[in-house]
């Protein structure tokens, strides 16, 4: 269920709270999660992969046809969900890395600090 406009101000206004404040803890917990994530993703379809040829070896030796079947379709399943994983989260735009840049109250200096750290950031999430 998508978010109403104010729901999305509002979230968007803590994120850039909570950057403000702690721009080191933001990323950390921002990059972190992916990771993760991906990574059990990739132990999973591993352990599927070696299940699924387990299956496929038991089918074939006992001349069970669906056995061999069930297992190829695991495999299957299973690189698939490798790729997914490997291939990184989806997403419907770019990411909000910090405050907006149209604030007018910073000076040059600032704001000039402030697009060194943004293209940083980008620069890490794009390698990532």
Do not use: W
């Not at 699924?52 to 698939?80: D, E, K, Q, R």
């Amino acid at each position: 269920m998508p978010l109403s406009e104010h729901e999305q101000r509002l979230l968007e206004q803590i994120e850039q709270a909570l950057y403000a404040e702690d721009p080191k803890f933001a990323s950390s917990v921002r990059s972190a999660r992916p990771r993760n994530r991906a990574r059990m993703m990739l132990v999973a379809a591993f352990v599927g992969v070696i299940a699924g040829l387990a299956v496929v070896l038991i089918g074939l030796t006992n001349n069970i046809i669906p056995l061999g079947v069930l297992g190829f379709v695991l495999i299957v399943g299973s690189c698939v969900a490798a790729a997914s994983a490997l291939r990184g989260p989806k997403t419907n735009g770019p990411i909000p890395l910090g405050p907006r840049s149209n604030d007018s109250r910073g000076s040059n200096k600032q704001s000039g600090l402030r697009n060194k750290m943004e293209d940083r950031m980008r620069r890490r999430f794009d390698e990532s």
